[in-house]
């Protein structure tokens, strides 16, 4: 079966058409410019050339992600900063057993190896197993995963091995933990009174015997090498495009595999170290919202590992509200006169929406007040000075082949 590939390389784009076997290259795949960015690549199938999007690439950029030790005494302020200025960060010293993630690992590697009609049976979209389409609505990437609901103690997945489910299960009680007390360092980095600390943390972890509670998922993602032959300068395949999480928090460890890259915030791209003995926390719409934008919502995405590297394995656990849960500044955060930037919604609206999104859309624009809109603007011209690189359009849809 042949793939299209699609390349777009500083000047110049490029369609390729590749099976195992040959490779053929056309120019002009895609009209617009990338300027200096571009460098990864977008697997698809063969669609209208028009259609066929850039995938924007950084430059070669050192790592610029926060680590904070969460037992260190500072750790507040430390977290605090790190959600302001990037909105990531690496998180050490979390108390995950090394146990659990080894399990985790081992099982969930021990799944994907399994042939791809076993796989299937744990399908059930949108939550189960799926491969490369993310999303309803055209998102692919080169992976597969499993994408499940869970409740404490409970792992919505009928149709998984029993040590796979038992494996998510622990390890989701213990990452949950992590993203609350997360959460409880970072209102206390805000500066919220001792006595109003909770509220962020009560939003994820549902008081005991609680039913209609918080809305969690876990992802666990499997990116496979890519086969795709890549020409001088390209740097990757697309695995999961860029977007930002539509929860509040979102917690995430990964194998030894890079691949994930974060945008800062004057729009570079940066690699993220992988760190199997840390966890990696996420802002997600929700936080930027419930701080009126004093947390950032950050952008990532992952490039897929080439021919000849290891697989990539990652469990990401998203933490988010109960569904009737308004999601709005809190006030105790909010200055006298300060407004709003974002009009009010609960959590069932906001994730309505998002499943009704792009990966890449930029999903709290319909919910930004006009002030927000004004402050957006004077940011991005602040950000965008000099050497700065400007941030990339939304993220076009991929298509891959994992199979
Ligand atoms: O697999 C990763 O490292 C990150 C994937 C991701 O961003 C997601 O599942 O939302």
């Not at 950029?61 to 680590?67: G, H, I, K, Y």
């Amino acid at each position: 079966m042949s793939t299209i590939y699609t390349t777009n390389n500083c000047k110049r784009s490029q369609l390729i058409l590749c099976s195992r076997s040959a490779c053929f290259t056309t120019n002009e795949a895609q009209k617009r410019e990338t300027d200096r960015l571009p460098a990864m690549v977008a697997i698809t199938v063969p669609i209208s050339v028009d259609a066929i999007p850039l995938v924007k690439c950084a430059h070669a950029a050192a790592a610029a992600v926060p680590s904070v030790d969460l037992s260190a005494p500072g750790a507040a302020a430390a977290v605090a900063d790190a959600c302001r200025g990037v909105g990531f960060f690496k998180a050490t010293n979390h108390g995950v057993p090394a146990a659990l993630t080894d399990a985790l690992e081992a099982r969930a590697a021990a799944f994907f190896a399994l042939p791809h009609k076993d796989k299937l049976e744990a399908s059930a979209r949108p939550l189960g197993y799926g491969s490369k389409s993310i999303g309803c609505n055209g998102d692919v990437g080169w992976l597969e995963y499993i994408l499940l609901s869970v409740g404490s103690g409970s792992v919505a997945a009928a149709s998984l091995p029993p040590s796979l489910r038992a494996a998510l299960e622990e390890y989701t009680d213990a990452v949950r933990e992590v993203g609350a007390r997360v959460l409880e360092l970072m209102a206390d980095g805000l500066g919220i009174a001792e006595e109003r600390r909770g509220e962020l943390r009560r939003m994820v972890v549902a008081p005991a015997g609680d039913k209609g509670g918080p809305d969690e998922l876990v992802r666990v993602n499997h990116y496979p090498p890519c086969p795709c032959p890549l020409a001088a300068g390209q740097r990757g395949v697309t695995g999961f495009g860029e977007h930002t999480d539509p929860q509040i928090i979102s917690v995430l460890r990964s194998n030894r595999t890079g691949g994930l890259q974060i945008m800062l915030p004057e729009g570079r791209w940066v690699p993220v170290a992988p760190d199997p003995d840390s966890l990696f926390i996420n802002v997600g719409d929700s936080l930027q919202v419930l701080t009126n934008g004093r947390f950032r919502s950050v952008k990532h995405r992952v490039v897929a590992p080439a021919e000849g590297q290891q697989s990539r394995l990652s469990v990401i656990y998203f933490g988010g509200p109960a569904p009737t849960q308004r999601i709005a500044p809190l006030p105790e955060l909010m200055r006298e006169g300060e407004q709003s930037l974002y009009r009010e919604f609960t959590w069932a609206e906001y994730k309505k929406a998002a499943y009704k999104s792009r990966l890449g859309d930029h999903r709290l624009g319909p919910f930004e007040l006009p002030a927000a809109v004004t402050q957006e603007a004077t940011k991005a011209d602040h950000h965008c000075s000099s050497n700065a690189v400007q941030p990339p359009a939304p993220a076009p849809p991929h298509v891959a082949r994992v199979h």
